[in-house]
């Protein structure tokens, strides 16, 4: 087989491959969203919530991002419900959801608690985090938050941290002010302050690139056996051809048997190279995808994260929840 055969053998069951894992997430998102609608239904929303959210990391889809705003809002997830209704009033099908989607939004945005961060001493080097995210206090803004509990930390190497636990309220805006921070003394003098341990995000990123990788490799391996077996398969029948001087309708009775047996060598190649090549394929798309949506190294300033942790259903800004 040429080197053009093999790449075309490749690039068709690639496709095949990327089809068939399509239809798996196009599924099985159909299956959770149905899942999340029947949650809704018993009123079970933490559960709904969390089946909505799958659906949508699979497949993006307007009203299955619809039904998560609402269930949110049940939940009284009020900034993250928002969040989802500014979105869709820009990428909903028709105007007509759009505009909902907006009414939605505006609707809900006088209830929303919401933090400011003042910095009234800055100190070299701080960092501040509202319930864990950090945020970039260089421009002060009333950010929209859920209601419940906002734990804010400010800290510097070398100085004592700051922290100071408040309740978001529906509808209050919250007003909080860091202070000059005071150095981290001892008798002998000022005491070194360990920096903080490496994030659980960022060993998640490793991990996931690892296995990513891995993946990727061993369906490289696979696709690659794939071809040489197509190769192997078109050699064997090239042979009962051969066997039949030229073609195998009108093989000789006495080398039929023979050439049957080349035939049959040929369809077993055939079947295990369409398996690997298949399966290879999936499995290097399956690598690539972990790798590529591994979580995002932990940052200083403003990020971009994951509105819930089951894989994403969605993304906001670092600092609104």
């Not at 696979?222 to 009962?240: E, H, K, L, N, P």
Request: glycine share 10%.
């Amino acid at each position: 087989m040429s080197a053009r055969g093999v790449a075309t053998v490749l690039a068709i069951s690639l496709a095949l491959a990327t089809g068939v894992a399509h239809a798996d997430d196009q599924a099985k998102a159909v299956a959770l969203f149905d899942d999340g609608i029947k949650a809704m239904k018993a009123k079970q929303f933490e559960h709904a919530c969390k089946s909505f959210a799958a659906s949508l990391a699979l497949v993006a889809d307007s009203g299955t991002k619809g039904s998560l705003a609402r269930c949110y809002t049940e939940l009284g997830r009020l900034a993250s419900a928002w969040v989802l209704w500014r979105e869709l009033s820009d990428t909903a099908p028709t105007p007509q959801l759009r505009a909902d989607a907006g009414a939605r939004a505006n609707k809900l945005e006088a209830r929303l608690p919401r933090y400011t961060i003042k910095v009234v001493a800055p100190t070299p080097g701080i960092t501040v985090t509202v319930n864990g995210r950090p945020v970039d206090v260089s421009v002060e803004v009333a950010v929209p938050v859920d209601p419940g509990p906002l734990n804010v930390t400010a800290r510097a190497t070398g100085y004592t941290d700051f922290t100071r636990d408040d309740t978001a309220t529906e509808g209050k805006a919250l007003v909080i002010e860091v202070p000059a921070l005071r150095r981290a003394t001892t008798g002998a003098g000022p005491a070194p302050v360990v920096p903080p341990p490496l994030g659980a995000s960022d060993n998640r990123r490793r991990n996931r690139h690892l296995v990513g990788a891995s993946i990727a490799g061993i369906g490289a391996v696979s696709v690659i056996a794939g071809g040489v077996f197509g190769y192997r398969a078109r050699g064997q029948y090239q042979d009962a051809k051969g066997i039949c001087g030229g073609s195998i309708d009108t093989c000789a009775p006495g080398r039929l048997a023979e050439a049957q047996g080349q035939v049959d060598d040929a369809r077993s190649s055939a079947t295990r190279s369409t398996v690997l090549i298949v399966a290879g394929g999936a499995a290097v798309i399956t690598g690539a995808v972990l790798y590529m949506t591994a979580p995002k190294l932990e940052s200083r300033g403003v990020t971009f994260a994951p509105v819930v942790s089951d894989r994403g259903a969605g993304v906001a800004l670092s600092g609104w929840f």
